[in-house]
């Protein structure tokens, strides 16, 4: 069974995956097995590619980056460079992301 998700970005970066799989496998014509077998193996590539980078699910750590986030946005003067730092390498992260999903898009 399909998964739909919430977010069309998503579904479009799955679908987007999961064409490509098939594309790369030879796979002109794949069949309801054949294109469901590729859309959970995209699934597992997103997700695995979004875990990586936005790191780990610790909430602690999430709520710690809002929050330098936050500063860093909000009042720049007071972060130290560690924080900025820590902002900049989380940016740097999901400008990866869509610089991988826009490569993907061209093929």
């Given at each position: 069974?399909?998964?739909?998700?919430?977010?069309?970005?998503?579904?479009?970066?799955?679908?987007t995956?999961?064409?490509?799989?098939?594309?790369?496998?030879?796979?002109?014509?794949?069949?309801?097995?054949?294109t469901?077998?590729?859309?959970?193996l995209?699934?597992?590539?997103?997700?695995?590619?979004?875990?990586?980078?936005?790191?780990?699910?610790?909430?602690?750590?999430?709520?710690?980056?809002?929050?330098?986030?936050?500063?860093?946005?909000?009042?720049?003067?007071?972060?130290?460079v560690?924080?900025?730092?820590?902002?900049a390498?989380a940016l740097?992260?999901?400008?990866d992301?869509?610089?991988?999903?826009?490569e993907?898009?061209?093929?």
């Open positions: 069974m399909t998964t739909v998700y919430r977010s069309r970005a998503v579904d479009s970066m799955i679908a995956v999961a064409n490509s799989l098939l594309r790369e496998s030879g796979i002109n014509s794949p069949t309801p097995h054949e469901e077998e590729a859309r959970r995209a699934e597992t590539i997103i997700r695995e590619t979004i875990d990586t980078l936005i790191g780990p699910r610790d909430k602690l750590v999430y709520s710690t980056l809002t929050d330098v986030t936050d500063l860093v946005a909000c009042d720049p003067e007071t972060a130290s560690d924080e900025i730092r820590e902002v390498i740097r992260g999901l400008l992301l869509r610089e991988a999903l826009a993907v898009g061209q093929r």
